[in-house]
């Protein structure tokens, strides 16, 4: 079941990633949707989960959230140098 979910994210990732390059998603989406993976991946910290593939599901689709969230600070000039 996870690997069918993570089929189903990384594909919705994949779409998204189109639609940032485009500056079509608003920054409010990518980053509630950035909330949302840490937040759960906080609460399987705080459970000992870290050692499951549902974890190790969260820590990639966190990464391509980031890399989402690169790819519009470059071509969107969308935000400003995080520090």
Not at 29 to 40: A, G, H, K, N, P
Not at 44 to 68: A, C, F, N, P, W
Not at 74 to 82: A, F, N, S, T, V
Request: aromatic share 4%.
């Amino acid at each position: 079941m996870v690997h069918i979910m993570k089929k189903i994210a990384d594909w919705i990732v994949d779409h998204e990633k189109d639609d940032a390059a485009d500056c079509t998603v608003p920054d409010e989406v990518v980053d509630e949707w950035l909330e949302t993976i840490e937040e759960r991946k906080k609460r399987m910290e705080e459970h000992g989960r870290t050692d499951t593939q549902q974890y190790e599901m969260l820590s990639d689709l966190e990464k391509k959230v980031k890399e989402i969230k690169e790819i519009r600070r470059r071509k969107c000039h969308l935000g400003k140098k995080e520090g």
